[in-house]
């Protein structure tokens, strides 16, 4: 019973059952992040059933500059708060792909017997100080409230430039200060692994 709770509880957010009319303002969103909301590889991330606030926050922050991007920020700056928020819920209706039933961490098979990328996804490595992705991002990355967005079956490109962004400070805006000291932790090789991994979760 807990269990079932706690998945509606994450889960929730993204089962939105009628799809609203796309906002004018979305009609330039959706050359690179698609009608689906889902993005493109190497072009744009998967922003589909993403909390509002949480997709309204980066738009700020991309205007702001707290977050350093050369397409996302010209766009953001043509977007005025009722632009913003027409847009956020437009893609946070959107349905999305999630893992069915995701593993809690002690549904797990042991950690030797996993992936580099699944084993830091679920256990971290508490030798180095270095929490589990899941840890707030939820079972399989299915994301958490507002804050924590989806990982799972998000694009490993996308991942990697974010982590690689985080360790290098031109991603800089983060409500609890967690990502920067997770991600300088990271090898080249464990960010590979750990994209890699949400990658291959929920469908696209």
Not at 11 to 39: D, F, I, K, Y
Not at 77 to 86: C, H, K, N, R, T
Not at 178 to 203: C, D, N, Q, R, W
Request: with cysteine; aromatic share 6%.
């Amino acid at each position: 019973m807990t269990r079932t709770i706690l998945l509606g509880a994450l889960l929730g957010a993204s089962a939105v059952p009628v799809m609203a009319e796309m906002p004018a303002q979305a009609a330039t969103c959706v050359s690179c992040h698609q009608a689906s909301g889902l993005g493109m590889a190497n072009v744009a991330p998967s922003i589909a059933g993403m909390p509002a606030p949480y997709l309204a926050a980066q738009l700020r922050h991309f205007q702001q500059g707290e977050r350093d991007n050369a397409i996302m920020k010209p766009m953001a700056m043509m977007l005025d708060d009722a632009g913003i928020e027409a847009v956020s819920q437009w893609f946070a209706g959107l349905p999305v792909p999630l893992p069915e039933n995701p593993a809690f961490r002690g549904e797990k098979p042991a950690p030797h017997t996993m992936t580099t990328g699944e084993r830091l996804a679920y256990q971290g490595d508490w030798q180095r100080n270095l929490p589990s992705c899941v840890a707030c991002h939820g079972p399989e990355g299915v994301g958490v409230g507002e804050v924590f967005p989806r990982l799972a079956g998000q694009h490993a490109d996308y991942i990697e430039s974010q982590l690689r962004a985080w360790q290098s400070g031109s991603r800089a805006a983060d409500p609890h200060g967690l990502m920067a000291p997770v991600a300088k932790k990271l090898t080249a090789e464990e960010i590979t692994a750990v994209a890699s991994y949400f990658a291959s979760l929920g469908g696209q």
